[in-house]
């Protein structure tokens, strides 16, 4: 046999491998042995990573305050629907954000306010959007019970989240 043709046959058979189990318990990922390109979540078939994300499914991120929550049930029913299985957990180191960078065709200006965030707001005074100042020696347990059950809630649908602690992006704007 050709050496080309035994690399497409074994790249079909990666692919089989792959794609040819649809029903793969949830499980934490480690490298898999067979080929250490893809993750396994113990059970020794490959598990191969796609989805989607969007900026604020951890915090609430809206033009409005007080904010309106973010549906992640509906977030999760969606990548369901498109078979996908993974997605970032995204944070944000900004108490507002200001997307006319985005929107460079117009001149609308749209601060959206960004919550919760890893520290408590308890002052002593007040930051410069007029709420109690960020205590550093206080964590919110809002951002981390919600941070928690977000994990929980895609695990139990057999999807997989990578948690993103630190964006940067933003800051280059501010």
């Not at 490959?46 to 409005?64: C, E, F, K, Q, R």
């Not at 997605?87 to 954000?97: A, K, P, V």
Request: neutral net charge; contains cysteine.
């Amino acid at each position: 046999m050709k050496k080309s043709n035994l690399i497409s046959l074994s790249g079909f058979i990666i692919l089989f491998w792959l794609f040819g189990c649809s029903e793969i318990e949830p499980g934490p990922l480690i490298v898999s042995k067979i080929n250490p390109r893809y993750f396994t979540n113990g059970s020794g078939k490959a598990i191969y990573l796609t989805g989607s994300h969007t900026w604020n499914n951890l915090v609430d991120m809206s033009p409005s305050d007080p904010l309106g929550p973010f549906d992640f049930n509906a977030y999760l029913k969606w990548m369901k629907e498109y078979n996908h299985n993974f997605f970032r957990l995204w944070t944000w180191e900004l108490i507002n954000w200001d997307t006319s960078i985005n929107e460079q065709d117009t001149n609308e200006n749209k601060v959206h306010t960004i919550a919760p965030h890893p520290y408590g707001r308890t002052g002593p005074g007040n930051a410069l959007d007029g709420k109690p100042k960020f205590n550093l020696k206080q964590f919110n347990s809002e951002y981390f019970n919600r941070l928690r059950s977000r994990v929980e809630t895609a695990s139990d649908s057999g999807i997989y989240a990578s948690i993103m602690l630190f964006e940067g992006w933003g800051l280059q704007h501010s």
